[in-house]
């Protein structure tokens, strides 16, 4: 327990770089003139000290279980621990993503920022994993019900520090906020909300796809309504020279 609570206390005496580089990250996101076509909205945050100390625990408990050291030290820890630091994008509907993650590649090449990891899609959802693959964003099977697309990047080659992009739709949102209510930092022991957590992770994934297929519908009216209106045009130019 010493060991982590020096760790924690090591977390806390170094947020400069960390506050730094989100701050910079954030006004590259907000700032992006495609970005914020796509974007409903955004969140960033700093590690909880609490939460990174439970964070530890577990992985300490998890070490003991398989009979394995645990290796993360104050030399290791902002490279080991990758969500010290994060932003959370969130969009409307689910092929949105494919720009968002072409514009976020763009920032980063411009700003020399490094891709750690990523992206890489968590998804418990057939449908959604299935279109991640189809746009070339690879995908890890995540049993919780959860579905988010994950980066890390490093501000830099020299940097120790990582940060984590979280994006997902505002459905998904709803499902992870209520998840991580009742579920964070430990699981809750009641059947009956695990239950009914499944079942709002299936109300919420039925919603993305209605906002989707809305999306979609109006998408296709609006190609339909610009071509009749061509058609219209053209019809009245035949007609006047015909006169």
Known sequence: MKKIDELVEHFVCNKDPFSVALNSLEGFVTHSAHLSKLIHSKKSR???PAHLKDKLIRKAVEAKEKGKPFKITKDNLFSKINDLAGIRILHLH???IQEIDIELKKIFEDQQWIIVEGPIARTWDDESRS???EIGIKTINHPDMYTSVHYIIRPNSRAS???EIQVRTLMEEVWGEVDHSINYPYKTDSNSCRDQIKVLARATSSCSRLVDSIFSTHKEYEENRKLSKKTIKVSA???KKNK
């Open 94 to 96: 689910t092929r949105q």
């Open 161 to 163: 520090i990582t940060l």
């Open 131 to 133: 279109y991640f693959k």
């Open 237 to 239: 130019k035949k007609s």
């Open 46 to 48: 700093l590690k909880d």
